[in-house]
């Protein structure tokens, strides 16, 4: 059997005054982890069944709310994330400007002439993956080519097939003529 669970009055009070005026799910569930086992004796995997979360993480709720760390609160800890950033998203967008500009109108984007600028931006060398994964960041996508040139001219290639010198049945190799039927 498991340890009952622990809590001063004052913690359980707080988190009933949390059940009250919960805006969200989350700040429903942590407060129901710390007042269920306290109030109703629940084990933590009853409370974990009831409330909807596994029983690690009904023990994380507990914890946190027991340390100050109400969910949902501008300082609480929040998943994923960008823990290790070499720039900002707007000093990115900014870095990759050019490159997207150029690459609109119909230039090609280099990767790596990306990695190498932001090798130098950082001041350190970077992995290849480094400059792919900026990219993807931005919505960048690799697209095949269209199927025409950005600078193909429609008109001129209409009056190069209109005036453009046939062949006579001869084959372009070996100037004789061609039979079809042998």
């Given at each position: ?43 933590l995997s009853d409370t974990a069944q009831v409330i909807g979360v596994s029983p690690g993480w009904a023990c994380q709720l507990r914890r946190r709310f027991m340390q100050g760390k109400l969910v949902g609160t ?109």
């Open positions: 059997m498991s340890r009952p669970a622990t809590g001063d009055d004052q913690v359980l009070m707080s988190a009933r005054k949390v059940i009250e005026s919960a805006q969200t799910v989350e700040q429903l569930r942590q407060a129901q982890a710390v007042v269920l086992p306290l109030d109703f004796g629940m084990s501008p300082d609480a800890p929040t998943p994923g994330g960008r823990k290790r950033e070499n720039m900002t998203v707007q000093e990115e967008r900014e870095f990759l400007a050019p490159f997207l500009e150029s690459a609109a109108v119909g230039g090609v984007l280099v990767v790596g002439e990306i990695k190498a600028a932001l090798d130098k931006r950082l001041g350190r060398e970077v992995a290849l993956a480094s400059a792919y994964n900026l990219l993807h960041r931005h919505n960048w996508r690799k697209l095949a080519p269209d199927k025409r040139h950005p600078k193909s001219d429609p008109l001129a290639q209409q009056e190069w097939k209109k005036n453009s010198p046939k062949l006579s049945g001869k084959s372009a190799k070996s100037g004789r003529k061609t039979n079809p039927s042998s």
